[in-house]
């Protein structure tokens, strides 16, 4: 398994207004697995999300990244987890959080620079990114020259760029139309299915007919990782919307 995270548990607010988010999550994915996550809104998601990417610490449970090498944390703070964000987990969210004033090579070069990396190493590897998610024409455009489905493919390329094995992408499909989130999910695909270096996807969205075209669907309720089926896991009657 590529990621593990066992028992993690996550809460908010002290004595009789303490909130319990995530009461023991466990999940594990495979190296190259989409997976899609879904539940109703204040269920967890993007709690359990933060803790996985190093921007969250837990308050019980462990996280565990068989990357090379293995990263283990969970309850530690984000300054002690560095590493994750640098190599272990990459991030792409609704908002494409690109700099307007640099091209959209530029914007992956400058990410892979604040990690560390040379200049010349991080042009590079931006331009490899920029390959792999089919903007290998458009790489000096400007951001605002692109359309909203293109400036999300530079936000996966920048994600990707820093070789991490795994990517937590937020309602990546949010602010799309639909054939531009259904092609980015087709992107997420092709890079989960690169012979060569595949990688993982674990993606959180309200759209179930984008999570029916990953490889897995999870569901959250009550702070639990509940069924892959979403009669079962949210009742066929509760009345929630996706």
């Avoid at 400036?151 to 990517?167: C, D, K, M, N």
Wanted: proline fraction near 4%.
């Amino acid at each position: 398994m590529l990621l593990e995270v066992s028992g993690l548990k996550k809460g908010f607010g002290t004595g009789s207004s303490r909130l319990e988010v995530l009461k023991g999550v466990d999940l594990s994915m495979k190296k190259g697995e989409l997976v899609a996550l879904m539940g109703p809104s204040g269920c967890g998601k993007s709690t359990l999300l933060n803790i996985i990417g190093g921007l969250l610490k837990g308050d019980s449970g462990s996280i565990k990244i068989n990357a090379d090498p293995p990263m283990k944390y969970g309850t530690k703070s984000p300054n002690q987890v560095i590493e994750v964000r640098r190599k272990g987990v990459g991030w792409i969210f609704q908002d494409f959080h690109l700099l307007d004033h640099i091209t959209s090579l530029e914007n992956v070069i400058l990410s892979l620079e604040l990690a560390g990396m040379s200049s010349e190493v991080a042009e590079q590897r931006a331009i490899s990114a920029m390959e792999r998610v089919d903007l290998s024409e458009r790489m000096r455009f400007m951001p605002n020259e692109l359309s909203g489905g293109q400036q999300q493919r530079v936000a996966v390329a920048r994600a990707i760029a820093g070789s991490r094995p795994l990517l937590l992408a937020d309602e990546p499909t949010g602010n799309l139309d639909v054939k531009a989130g259904e092609s980015v999910i087709e992107l997420f695909k092709e890079l989960c299915s690169d012979p060569d270096d595949p990688i993982s996807v674990l993606m959180v969205t309200h759209d179930p007919l984008l999570a029916s075209k990953a490889d897995r669907m999870l569901l959250m309720r009550d702070g639990v990782t509940a069924s892959s089926d979403i009669r079962s896991a949210w009742g066929e009657d509760a009345g929630v919307e996706s």
